[in-house]
């Protein structure tokens, strides 16, 4: 199907009609000698306009009418017709800026259709001294913002968007406005700093300012309120100015967490133990950097019941809670009726007294797949099918457009790529190509299907059977695909890798190769690592980047895993995130920058988590 541009979201129908579609319903212009043809609206059919210009003595007026039959064959789907149209007047169009402007931009919008998106922004580009009418520019700047969200590249996008606001009347303006600021949500608070001083556009900077600040300050309200003070002085007629965005208010009006009592709840003995203490550590160890007497941090036992250690919680004077662990212990923990949660542990044959009734804010160290949504519950797991979506982001980021999955035929592998491709339908409206592998031979056999080499050998065979003299040939792989991602555990990588390499055909430029942290390869074997050349990672940034505190934990604890050291990270940050989650849910853009990722709140209190990337090169992994 063809790309339509769709704006539908951020600009009103009727401004959208009226510039873009040509759906309004103005009657055509009756054509005199004195007639002024209108290019702003498409009212009749391309056959009808083309019977108009053949007709049309008047230079600028003909020019017109073929421009508006071009803009006609766009939106009934007929970008050849549109194409040769506008090349018909290309060598002799009337210099009017208005005419000249609308001939670039519909060969843009064909450019959209037949090539790529890139190929339309370079032909997009108006000279900034035409004298042109607003719904000129308003078409103009919509159409650069939709092409750059097309190629995902949010900054560029906000620029166009708040240089379009000013073509529109407040009503509308007020929707582009809420666009902007959605889009500026996802980016890092590094990014923003390196375009928060552009001079040629002080509303573009503007948003681009407000948006640090929120990010920045969103912890301390007492600090976000007054750097927005500062803020709006500075900036008294951005559009932000009179009316912040809906959810910058709301998390001025959020207090933090500031809890003296914290809880945590964990399987401190049973099987689950060795697991928890891992969690255990990174806890203390961040309790100890912070070294604030002030608070208190007290450990309660799931082993014997989620619900009794809660409650001793309870007693105890929690005003935070983290934790559980396990799954099994958050659903007994959500299935706690409202009167169990009020009252206090006491021994089966006592009375039950309320202790209260107020809800304590909890941060579980996991996830369910049905839970209800609480303002004060929230979600932090190590979700392998969150970093698949991580990973769809990623590649989709980096420019693929046919990703090939190899995936290992269990129960997480299947998880994770029905994830990846969830999440790659979204970004691109294509599912993604996806083969399970099973292990020894099998796992060959697949990737040599995927590839298509077992078709291309069976090709060759036939050839050579019917062929005299014999002739040589070599097997040739797909050139479709664009990337590899490979959803494997480590043992796996070290065959899966190899296979894939030698199965590329020398006609074939290799495609970049990505996988997960399932994959990463324990240990700092040289001479494993250098089979791993060229590869791409996702890990926390923690194990990415080794830094003194890796080191540390590398002496303390030589023989823990890859998996442990994500697990005591993870509790790390759970302390940090404590003073920080109220305002993290109130501002979805708000993300904090931790140790296992860049960390954000959904609305539902799930924490989404955003991996680092590395690439083995030389034998060694360097962060990217």
Not at 311 to 335: K, Y
Not at 362 to 391: C, G, M, R, V, W
Not at 458 to 479: G, H, V
Not at 603 to 618: A, E, F, I, K, V
Request: net charge neutral; hydrophobic share 40%.
């Amino acid at each position: 199907m063809l790309k339509r541009l769709n704006t539908t979201k951020f600009i009103s129908c009727a401004i959208l009609s009226a510039v873009l579609f040509g759906c309004g319903t103005t009657s055509a212009p009756v054509k005199t000698e004195k007639t002024e043809v209108s290019l702003a609206s498409v009212t009749q059919a391309s056959s009808q306009y083309l019977a108009l210009a053949a007709n049309e003595k008047n230079k600028q007026n003909r020019d017109k009418y073929v421009l508006l039959a071009a803009h006609a064959f766009i939106n009934e789907g007929n970008a050849s017709a549109a194409d040769k149209a506008l090349k018909s007047i290309a060598q002799d169009l009337s210099q009017e800026p208005e005419i000249l402007a609308e001939h670039i931009y519909l060969s843009a919008r064909v450019l959209e259709m037949v090539s790529t998106y890139d190929h339309a922004l370079r032909e997009l580009n108006y000279p900034s001294n035409w004298s042109l009418p607003n719904w000129q520019w308003v078409s103009y700047y919509q159409f650069k913002a939709h092409l750059y969200q097309s190629i995902n590249q949010p900054i560029d996008e906000v620029r166009q968007l708040s240089l379009l606001s000013k073509y529109l009347p407040a009503s509308q303006a007020v929707e582009v406005n809420d666009k902007i600021w959605g889009s500026l949500q996802p980016i890092s608070e590094q990014t923003l700093l390196n375009f928060k001083d552009d001079t040629a556009n002080p509303i573009f900077a503007g948003w681009i300012q407000l948006a640090y600040i929120a990010k920045h300050y969103a912890v301390d309200p007492n600090d976000l309120v007054r750097h927005l003070g500062s803020w709006q002085q500075l900036n008294p007629r951005h559009p932000a100015a009179a009316k912040l965005p809906t959810d910058l208010e709301k998390a001025l009006n959020t207090q933090p967490y500031q809890p003296k009592n914290i809880a945590v709840l964990l399987p401190l003995t049973g099987p689950r133990a060795t697991i928890a203490n891992t969690v255990k550590q990174g806890i203390i160890a961040n309790y100890m950097a912070k070294g604030d007497d002030d608070i208190a941090l007290n450990f309660f036992d799931t082993a014997t019941g989620a619900q009794a250690a809660y409650q001793q919680a309870v007693t105890a004077g929690a005003e935070f809670i983290i934790g559980p662990l396990l799954q099994s212990e958050v659903e007994q923990l959500q299935n706690m009726t409202p009167t169990a949660e009020a009252v206090s542990p006491v021994t089966p044959t006592a009375a039950v007294t309320p202790v209260t009734s107020k809800t304590i804010p909890q941060l579980y160290l996991n996830h369910i797949d049905t839970f209800t949504a609480d303002p004060d519950k929230f979600f932090f797991a190590l979700s392998p099918t969150d970093e698949a979506i991580d990973a769809a982001q990623r590649l989709y980021n980096d420019g693929i457009k046919q990703p090939l999955l190899l995936v290992s035929n269990d129960a997480i592998g299947r998880r994770m790529a029905e994830s990846f491709n969830g999440a790659w339908q979204t970004l691109t409206n294509n599912a993604a190509e996806i083969h399970y592998y099973d292990g020894g031979d099998k796992m060959k056999v697949t990737v040599q299907k995927s590839l298509g080499v077992i078709d291309s050998k069976e090709r060759i065979a036939r050839i050579k059977a019917i062929l005299t003299p014999k002739i040589e040939a070599d097997f040739r792989s797909r050139r479709d695909i664009d990337a590899i991602y490979m959803i494997s555990a480590s043992k796996d990588l070290a065959l899966l890798k190899p296979f894939i390499d030698v199965n590329f055909s020398v006609f074939a430029e290799p495609v970049p190769l990505y996988t997960t942290s399932r994959s990463r390869v324990e240990g700092n074997d040289r001479e494993t690592a250098n089979e791993l050349n060229n590869l791409t990672i996702s890990d926390i940034p923690w194990l990415i980047t080794p830094n003194t505190e890796t080191r540390m934990v590398n002496e303390l604890w030589p023989n823990w895993s890859n998996g442990r050291k994500r697990l005591y990270i993870m509790g790390y940050d759970a302390l940090d995130l404590v003073g920080k989650l109220a305002q993290m849910r109130a501002l979805p853009g708000y993300q904090f920058t931790g140790r296992s990722g860049m960390l954000s709140v959904q609305p539902d209190g799930t924490l989404n988590r955003q991996l680092s990337w590395g690439r083995y090169q030389r034998g060694n992994l360097r962060p990217l």
